[in-house]
Nanobody, 119 residues
């Protein structure tokens, strides 16, 4: 199982950006999918998560600005980010709880995608 994230880059404060992350491999089903981030000198933190049924959970720092969504047919999770702030600058990782065709559950992580918000 692999997760491939894309959508990073440089954006100005107040701007918007969308990250996407697609899962591939011997996938039978995907339970929770989410985004985490890690800024320099800080611990990795949960940004947002979404269950297979569409229930969402957000970090307080991004509530009202970020929206997580998923396309189950494409095994893809998205993070729509608005009103970006310099403190959103970080390496963003996607992850997913994946049920494989072989009958195992794997907590898979993407390689991380960096974006920087300039003030």
């Amino acid at each position: 199982v692999q997760l491939q994230a894309c959508g990073g880059g440089l954006v100005q404060a107040g701007g918007s950006l969308r990250l996407s992350c697609a899962a591939s491999g011997s996938i039978f089903s995907i339970n929770s999918m989410g985004w985490h981030r890690q800024a320099p000198g800080k611990e990795r933190e949960l940004v947002a998560a979404i269950t297979a049924g569409g229930s969402t959970n957000y970090a307080d720092s991004v509530k009202g600005r970020f929206t997580i969504s998923r396309d189950n047919a494409k095994n893809t999770v998205y993070l729509h980010m608005n009103s970006l702030k310099p403190e959103d600058t970080a390496l963003y990782y996607c992850n997913a709880d994946v049920g494989t065709v072989a009958g195992r559950w794997v907590n898979a992580w993407g390689q991380g995608t960096q974006f920087t918000v300039s003030s």
